[in-house]
């Protein structure tokens, strides 16, 4: 049975930095990773994805500020988030699936999310 487990996420003040973890298990083939992110009344966005070669693509939002990486050795999947602000507060998912779907929501492996707030 496949488990993501999203860790990492808190409380910043804006300008922060904050580093998501999922971890998986019952997952240990070559895979697709990706986070997305849901605040309050909003769709699910994709904000960074990773594909098995290690290319990723990023939302144009967040691209400059936040990394994505993996570590397979650890079936980790990473997101660091820099230069946070206001608008990246959100429940931020984790995401996997044998199919590159890039940063749309069609992954067929979700954690339960972290919720990350950043103040003003």
């Known amino acids: 049975q496949v488990q993501l487990v999203e860790s990492g996420g808190g409380s910043v003040q804006s300008g922060g930095s904050l580093k998501l973890s999922c971890a998986a298990s019952?997952?240990?083939?070559?895979?697709?990773w990706a986070w997305f992110r849901q605040a309050p009344g909003k769709e699910r966005e994709g904000v960074a994805a990773?594909?098995?070669?290690?290319?990723?693509m990023y939302a144009h939002s967040v691209k400059g500020r936040f990394i994505i990486s993996q570590d397979n050795a650890k079936n980790t999947l990473y997101l660091q988030m820099n230069s946070l602000k206001p608008e990246d507060t959100a429940m931020y998912y984790c995401?996997?699936?044998?199919?590159?779907?890039?940063?749309?929501?069609?992954?067929?492996?979700w954690g339960k999310g972290t919720l990350v707030t950043i103040s003003s």
């Open positions: 995401a996997a699936d044998r199919i590159w779907w890039e940063l749309l929501p069609r992954y067929n492996y």
């Open positions: 019952g997952y240990t083939y070559s895979s697709y």
């Open positions: 990773i594909d098995s070669d290690g290319s990723t």
